[in-house]
């Protein structure tokens, strides 16, 4: 699979939303961050900001919940038109059931890892999933700094996923950019978040453009 860029508007202009995703419109996803200030310390949006973004971008959805009791919330985001919903292991009490709700929902699944959560502990999901997203960053703020201690098990999950012979895609999300990215693209990811590193840029497409050059040229899946 090529690699694909997701830009996390939770770097963006909040007041701008329309603006900020047509500026990343050569990107392959947008990943949306909802936060509750319960599973996270930061509050930030959600599924009426998501219903208002779906009407404005014609790229796909990534939403990333970071929230309390996914089971109960994530199928709406699934069924509103997003085009994957990602929970959190950590957080979720029926994670197979809310995955294939997800999936019946007609959206891909994801499952979250944090950086301090084992990849080997959910192993037997994978057949549940159409993505695991590796946290390179404790969740809830953008802008964090990359943690390197993460790559083996971004690593060991492509071993998982590749003993299984398994199309899950392999998402790296916080403190991803041009210093960056290439170190999880050796190590087996294929689907890259990036924050700061698009938003602060001048100009945010090129920032896109770059970012998955340098991915494309170190990725060994
Ligand atoms: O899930 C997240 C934080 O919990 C964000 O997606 C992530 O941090 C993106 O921001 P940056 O690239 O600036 O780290
Ligand atoms: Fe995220």
Known sequence: MAVQIAPSILSADFARLADEVT??????????????????????????????????????????????????????????????????????SAPIRTLRAIRSAGARAGLALNPGTAVESYADLLPEIDMMLMMTVEPGFGGQSFLDMVLPKVRRARDLIKGRDLDVWLQVDGGV???????????????????????????????????????SGAYAP
């Open 23 to 92: 500026a990343v419109s050569n990107a392959d996803w947008i990943h949306v961050d909802v936060m509750d200030n319960h599973f996270v310390p930061n509050l930030t949006l959600g599924l009426p900001v998501v219903e208002s973004l779906l009407k404005v971008t014609p790229l796909p959805l990534d939403c990333h919940l970071m929230i309390e009791d996914p089971d109960r919330w994530a199928p709406g985001y699934a069924e509103a038109g997003a085009g994957s919903v990602t929970i959190h292991a950590e957080a979720a």
């Open 177 to 215: 950019g041009a210093e960056t990215i290439e170190r999880c693209a050796e190590a087996g990811a294929d689907v890259f978040v990036a924050g700061s590193a698009v938003y602060s840029a001048d100009d945010p497409a090129e920032a896109v453009r770059s970012l998955r050059e340098r991915a």
